[in-house]
């Protein structure tokens, strides 16, 4: 049973445009949510992170927008370039948990110059 | 301050043979958890060592153990190796309760032939 569901598998968009990434989750007593960024042969590099206080995280080109009760996340790269082409996983986890993240299946970007 | 490094980077093994891949966690981090990530496919939760005892599992066999050492470095080991294991084994080093990301080493490529 998958905890966090990713769409869409993969993404292809121009350089400038806006590349939205969507995830939804079943269990809510995730607390913590955030995106990863994977480059080919590299671990994942930690983007962004929200907590389900607030609907909306903003740092730099990345905003995470957060629904509660839709239950969703997406993740909107703004002005996307080709150096963002990498996939991107989003995660959920339970803080006072020993902190095991659940990742969805990922979503590999292309941006094309 | 170091990142979390991961050796070795590429493994080949042999079905039925065992295992041991090794992590060095980022300076300040007293907890690793180990994920392994399939191609295509976001990381899995293995488990987690806090205090060098096991805080927590993943649905892996026992077949997958750990350890982790005073200086807060880990061990995997996986025993009597399946074709199925062939994956990105990733190491991800964290603060206990900070209730904040990883930071993931580059991972250890096993194949299993």
């Known amino acids: 049973q998958q905890q966090v569901k990713q769409s869409p598998q993969s993404l292809i968009v121009q350089k400038g445009g806006i590349s939205i990434i969507n995830c939804a989750y079943e269990n809510t007593a995730f607390d913590y949510f955030p995106w990863y960024q994977q480059f080919p042969g590299k671990g994942p590099a930690l983007l962004i992170a929200i907590r389900p206080d607030v609907s909306e995280k903003k740092e730099g080109r990345f905003t995470i927008s957060f629904n509660k009760s839709a239950k969703q996340f997406s993740l909107h790269i703004m002005d996307s370039q080709p150096g ?26 292309n941006v094309k110059p | 301050e170091t990142g979390v490094t991961q050796s070795p980077t590429h493994l080949i093994k042999t079905r039925g043979q065992q295992v041991t891949l090794r992590c060095s966690s980022q300076s300040g981090h007293n907890t690793v958890s180990w994920y392994q990530q399939a191609l295509g496919q976001g ?4 488990f987690q060592y806090y205090r060098e005892e096991e805080n927590g ?6 077949r ?7 200086n807060y ?5 996986v025993n009597a190796l399946e074709l199925d294991d062939s994956a990105l084994y990733l190491c991800a080093s964290s603060l206990a309760r900070s209730g904040g990301g990883y930071t993931f080493g580059s991972g250890t490529r096993l194949t299993v032939v």
Request: net charge positive; hydrophobic share 35%; with cysteine.
């Open chain 1, 84 to 109: 963002d082409s990498a996939t991107y996983f989003c995660a959920a986890s339970i803080r006072h948990n020993f902190n095991k993240f659940y990742f969805g299946s990922g979503t590999k970007l």
């Open chain 2, 43 to 46: 990381p899995q939760f293995i």
């Open chain 2, 57 to 62: 599992r993943g649905n892996f066999p026992p």
């Open chain 2, 64 to 70: 997958f153990s750990g350890l982790q050492f005073p």
């Open chain 2, 73 to 77: 470095s880990s061990e995997l080991n």
